[in-house]
């Protein structure tokens, strides 16, 4: 059965440094999105793209963080300069349609110090 | 923004009893719902989702129940089974909306006693 999948599983930075989570959706789904998970909160949604372009993002999502889709199936979120803040659970999904349910990846966890 | 509750943290049950995990939220215009299951370093899985035009969806062991009025929706699991044991979410979206993003409750951790 496909499944998104994402790498790193765990990333440790240093606050400052610029992280990219990668992510690579399921194959013939058109839409991507980044939801993140802070410990014993609940899921919440980052950003979505569609056709190269992000098509809906949240309060949470500013000028520090940018999502690309460099080739046909990777799917990327550089976080800038992170904060101790962003220390996070980052999930991928993708669906087929907007309409569509979305399918998640295992996660990353990104740990900042 | 508590749209979506989920207000039981934890709920036990018995191997081969039935599991009523529920679900409240407040936005009139979420017309679309979805439950899922999360095990401890993983992500969320999908599991069964409901239209706002329909009042029961089921699937397998697994049946959704949506009361649009009471804004009002509850996963049932019978049987349950110990593999069972997960933390489940609720989700709403607004499809008519426009919107991309799903709105999570925070989740019950389900745990089936062999």
């Known amino acids: 059965e496909p499944e998104v999948t994402q790498t790193p599983s765990h990333q440790v930075t240093q606050m400052g440094q610029e992280v990219i989570l990668r992510c690579v959706p399921i194959?013939?789904?058109?839409?991507f999105y980044w939801y993140r998970q802070i410990l014993g909160q609940k899921v919440e949604f980052l950003v979505s793209f569609y056709n190269n372009e992000i098509s809906e993002k949240s309060e949470i999502f500013d000028d520090q963080f940018s999502v690309e889709r460099p080739d046909g199936s990777n799917f990327t979120l550089k976080i800038r300069s992170t904060k101790l803040e962003d220390s996070a659970m980052y999930f991928c999904?993708?669906?087929?349609?907007?309409?569509?349910?979305?399918?998640f990846g295992p996660g990353t966890r990104l740990l900042v110090l | 923004d508590q749209q979506v509750k989920q207000n039981s943290p934890s709920l036990s049950v018995q191997e081969g009893r039935i599991s009523i995990l529920n679900c409240d939220y407040t936005?009139?215009?979420?017309?679309?719902f979805l439950w899922y299951k999360k095990y401890p370093a993983e992500g969320p899985t999908f599991l069964i989702s409901i239209s706002s035009i329909k009042d029961k969806n089921e699937d397998g062991r697994f049946t959704v129940f949506l009361n649009k009025s009471a804004k009002h929706l509850s996963l049932h699991i019978v049987p349950s089974q110990p593999g069972d044991s997960a933390v489940y979410f609720c989700?709403?979206?607004?499809?008519?909306?426009?919107?991309?993003?799903?709105?999570f409750g925070t989740g019950t951790r389900l745990k089936v006693l062999a």
């Open positions: 999904a993708s669906s087929a349609l907007r309409v569509e349910t979305q399918y």
């Open positions: 194959s013939n789904h058109l839409y």
């Open positions: 989700a709403a979206t607004s499809l008519i909306s426009g919107t991309y993003k799903y709105i």
């Open positions: 936005n009139s215009m979420f017309d679309y």
